[in-house]
Structure formats: structure tokens, C-alpha cells
């Protein structure tokens, strides 16, 4: 046999549109190898929603590449000095990360490689954009979402047509090898993971699936019903688009051909969602500290709270605010959460507990299932107020008049908190004032079956108002 090319999967776990993987099949035989280098993630190792998704979705490649897939486990330079002594390698092939820590591990690869005189070479297989060359007049990067689209936009003719997947392959095992996909221990041993698989369906095939149904029920009114969470009006893609079971090419194609037909401006509108991933990878590769330090660093000495009981209530869904509640025990019974109630969330956390964005990022890395370093810091920096293009700090969400705003219903709230579902809408967001008898008519005893408020929004509002003037 021919010496065979790595193909080392990454974030792209695919075989269509893969530029690397496609290059390296009609080269001749490949081993495609998988590692999981937790070891030196510190703080970002990957949360547990994650590595559940993981698990599957490397489950569901593997059985695409007729169980060919190489699994190892630890240091990915190690993997690859010990790969390099047991069997000629012609070339190593992988898609490029933006991600600090996973840029810095294909670097040291790729000194490695050169050293030994193996031929490498990295491929963009998950941004429309390179980073590097969207760039204002003087050279820098920018800053503000909408001129950074319009410059983006205007170099879309050279976006590249998504591949199909190849369709003969030769494919080969490491057989020093004897690790499988068990032995890199994604799944955690407590069974907490089983609700997820009722609520998501993942691998390349189910992500094409996924948007082919959002594109023929979704797109139709997604400009006008995004924002309301009871809707099923948005793609839910972000977890196949973060473990790249499918690329923003085949969505950007995909969605500008079912626009074809008269709902333009709501493509339009998706399109433009889907480069707000864009300029969050755009802003972690220009600002590698976007998921723990303030982008604008006169934030830095905000006097920001510590209270674990008020964080525990957050986290739990008890904090008397029913969209709250409602958003976080979503996050936690689906590992996902609308994407208005993610921004009403992170603003009381943030503006009425005045608790440190990073330990609301955290609590959302660990429990979504499409965590993503450089969206979820993006976000919720935008949110706080102390990142690019951010939201201003005088911009607090009132929980109760987005709830009523945005579930004017209540079916969402209703969905997620059932203790509340016999209380009149009237009082949905407010149960506080409803009067006894009405409490009891719904089977609710505040502070026994539902809490009370955990602060007070006039005063909390007053609070942070303050703290962020002195800055
Ligand atoms: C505090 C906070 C934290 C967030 N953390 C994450 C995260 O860890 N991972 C993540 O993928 N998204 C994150 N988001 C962005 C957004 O909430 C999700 O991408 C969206 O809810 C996913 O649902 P969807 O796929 O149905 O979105 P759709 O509305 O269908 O949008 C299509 C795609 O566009 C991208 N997108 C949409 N909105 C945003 C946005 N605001 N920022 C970046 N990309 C966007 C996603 O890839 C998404 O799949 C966060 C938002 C907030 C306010």
C-alpha cells in the first residue's frame, strides 16, 4: 500500500464540502484520525452538552467512513510524533481553526511536520470569510457588525461552491491504534444526557435535514418571528454548524436557492444571522481573549457582585421572574435557549444581580450544546456591554415587559415552568400580584411552589445604572 495522507478531523465533522477531506481522497488512501485534547483547555474544556454531542456526532462519521475513523486521546503534537513513527506518511491535511488554543496546537503540528519534511496543508471549511482579509481602508480590523457585513458582502463572488462528498474513498486504520470512540469518555457516566437525545437529532446527514426543514417551514416569516420564542421560527443549526456537520457554505447556497422563490428578505435576514458567527470567529481571531477579558477594558474594575445563592438561582431557573425561569430550565432540560431569552437572561444576570459576565458564559459552555468560544463571548459581552459593537450599558431588559412582549401567550413560560400554567395570563410575568385567591385557584403558593422575586427590578435597575457610571 501507498503511503496514506492524514485527513485530522476537527470542528468539521463532514465528508461534503470538506475542501481538506476531498483534496486528500482523490490523492489516494487516507487516514482520517480524530483527537481529543482536553488536557490543556483549562477553563474551556469542552462543557458536558458538548461532549455529548460529540460522542454522536463522531458516532455517526465513523460509520460514514466505514468505521475507519482513528481515535486517540491527549496531546495532539504527541499523537502525531508517535502517528509519524509507525507508518510512512505522504501529507497531513486539516480544516484551519480560529479558535486560540486549537490555532496554536496546528502550529506546533505543522513546525513538527516541516521538521520531518511531510507535506501539510490547512483548508477554510467553516467561514464564508477569512478573518484576515476583511479589513478596513487602514489595515485594522473592524469593530461594528454592519460595516464589517457590507465589506463582506461585497467580496462574496469569491466564496467558493460547497463540494459534494467524494464518492468512492480509500480509506485506511492506524493499527498500532487501539483506542475507540468510548475510550475518549465523552459521555459522562451519570445518565443526565438522555433527554437531549429527544430533543436533537445529530450528525451530517440530520444537520442537512435540519435545514432542508427549517427552509421549507421556517423561512416564510423568520425576519418577523425569530424574536418569539414560542415559535419554532428559528434554523436550529448552531450546534451542527458549531461541530461543523455541515458548513456555512452549504447553508449560504442552500437558503439563496429556496429564496429563489419569493421570501427574499427573510433569507436575507437568516443570511445576515448566520454572519453574526462570522464576525464572532472574526472578533476571537483578531481578539484572542473574547471569551475572558473585557473588550473594552475600561470594564475592568467593575465592581462586579459575588453571590452564589443569587447565581444558583439563576442557574436553576428560580428567580422569580417567569422568562427567566423559563429560559433557563429550557437550557437545561434541551441544552439550548431561544435567542431573545438568551440576551433577557444574560441582562439580569449581568445588570439586575450585577454578576460577572463570564459566570453566566460559563454556565452556558457547559450546558449548551452549541457552545461555541467565539459566539458565546461575542454575545455575551454584547450583552454586558463591554464588548465590540456592544449593546449599550443603559440598555437593561425588563424580564417582565419582554415576557409579556415577546410570549404574550405565555405558551413558552407555560412550557417550561408547568407550576405557573394555571395562572391567568395577566399575571404570567407578574405572579406576585396576583391576589390569594387567584394563587390558589392555580395551585401556586409563592415562595413554596414558585419563589418570589430574588431582587427587585426598579432598584437592581438603579444599582447598575450607577456602577456602570462610575467607570
Ligand atoms: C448570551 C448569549 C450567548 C450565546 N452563546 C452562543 C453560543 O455559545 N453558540 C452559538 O452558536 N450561539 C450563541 N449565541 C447566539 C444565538 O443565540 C444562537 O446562535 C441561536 O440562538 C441559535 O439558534 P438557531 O440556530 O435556531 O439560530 P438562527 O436564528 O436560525 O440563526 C442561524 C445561525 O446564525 C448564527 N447566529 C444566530 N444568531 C447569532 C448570534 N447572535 N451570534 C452568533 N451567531 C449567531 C448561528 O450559527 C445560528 O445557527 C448566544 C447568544 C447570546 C445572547
Not at 417567569?322 to 437572561?345: C, K, S, Y
Request: glycine share 4%; aromatic share 14%.
Amino acid at each position: 500500500m501507498t503511503a496514506p495522507t492524514i485527513f485530522w478531523f476537527r470542528n468539521d465533522l463532514r465528508l461534503s464540502d470538506n475542501p481538506g477531506f476531498s483534496q486528500a481522497v482523490a490523492e489516494g488512501t487516507v487516514m482520517p484520525i480524530f483527537i481529543s485534547e482536553e488536557e490543556s483547555a483549562e477553563a474551556f474544556k469542552m462543557g458536558a452538552a458538548s461532549r455529548w454531542w460529540l460522542h454522536h456526532s463522531l458516532e455517526k462519521l465513523d460509520r460514514s467512513l466505514q468505521h475507519k475513523l482513528n481515535f486517540y486521546r491527549g496531546n495532539s503534537l504527541e499523537v502525531f510524533k508517535k502517528l509519524l513513527q509507525h507508518s510512512p506518511i505522504k501529507a497531513v491535511y486539516w480544516s484551519r481553526s480560529y479558535e486560540p488554543l486549537a490555532f496554536q496546537q496546528e502550529q506546533a503540528v505543522a513546525q513538527l511536520l516541516e521538521q520531518k519534511n511531510i507535506p501539510f496543508q490547512s483548508f477554510n471549511a467553516s467561514l464564508l470569510w477569512e478573518p484576515c482579509e476583511v479589513l478596513k481602508k487602514d489595515g485594522k480590523p473592524y469593530q461594528v457588525f454592519t460595516p464589517f457585513y457590507v465589506e463582506a458582502l461585497s467580496r462574496s463572488a469569491a466564496i467558493r461552491k460547497p463540494l459534494p462528498a467524494p464518492t468512492s474513498m480509500k480509506l485506511c486504520r492506524d493499527q498500532s491504534n487501539l483506542d475507540d470512540l468510548n475510550s475518549l469518555a465523552l459521555l459522562s457516566k451519570i445518565p443526565w444526557h438522555h433527554k437531549l437525545h429527544s430533543c436533537w437529532k445529530v450528525g451530517e446527514q440530520e444537520a442537512q435535514e435540519q435545514l432542508k426543514i427549517f427552509l421549507q417551514n421556517g423561512l416564510e416569516g423568520y425576519q418577523q418571528h425569530r424574536d418569539f420564542p414560542a415559535f419554532s421560527a428559528t434554523s436550529r443549526l448552531s450546534p451542527h454548524l458549531h461541530f461543523g456537520e455541515i458548513s456555512p457554505h452549504q447553508v449560504r447556497q442552500t437558503t439563496q436557492q429556496a429564496a429563489l422563490k419569493t421570501v427574499k428578505k427573510d433569507a436575507d435576514a437568516f443570511l445576515r444571522e448566520v454572519a453574526w458567527r462570522e464576525f464572532s470567529y472574526y472578533q476571537l481571531f483578531h481578539f484572542p481573549e473574547l471569551p475572558w477579558k473585557n473588550f473594552q477594558s475600561k470594564f475592568d474594575p467593575f465592581p462586579w457582585r459575588h453571590n452564589a445563592d443569587l447565581l444558583r438561582a439563576w442557574k436553576e431557573g428560580k428567580t422569580g421572574y417567569p422568562i427567566i425561569d423559563a429560559g433557563m430550565r429550557e437550557l437545561w432540560q434541551t441544552g439550548t435557549m431561544h435567542n431573545r431569552v438568551r440576551m433577557i437572561v444574560a441582562s439580569f444576570l449581568t445588570k439586575n444581580l450585577l454578576i460577572d459576565w463570564r459566570d453566566g458564559a460559563a454556565w452556558f459552555w457547559d450546558t449548551l450544546v452549541d457552545a461555541d468560544l467565539a459566539s458565546n463571548g461575542l454575545n455575551w459581552q454584547w450583552v454586558a456591554g463591554c464588548g465590540v459593537d456592544a449593546a449599550p450599558y443603559f440598555r437593561i431588559f425588563n424580564p417582565v415587559l419582554q415576557g409579556k412582549k415577546f410570549d404574550a401567550e405565555g405558551e413558552y413560560t407555560r412550557r417550561f415552568l408547568p407550576e405557573l400554567s394555571q395562572l391567568p395570563k395577566k399575571f404570567l410575568f407578574t405572579p406576585w400580584e396576583a391576589s390569594e385567591a387567584i394563587l390558589k385557584e392555580a395551585g401556586i403558593i409563592l415562595g413554596k411552589t414558585y419563589p418570589f422575586p430574588i431582587v427587585d427590578l426598579q432598584q437592581s435597575r438603579e444599582e447598575a445604572l450607577q456602577a456602570y457610571h462610575l467607570l
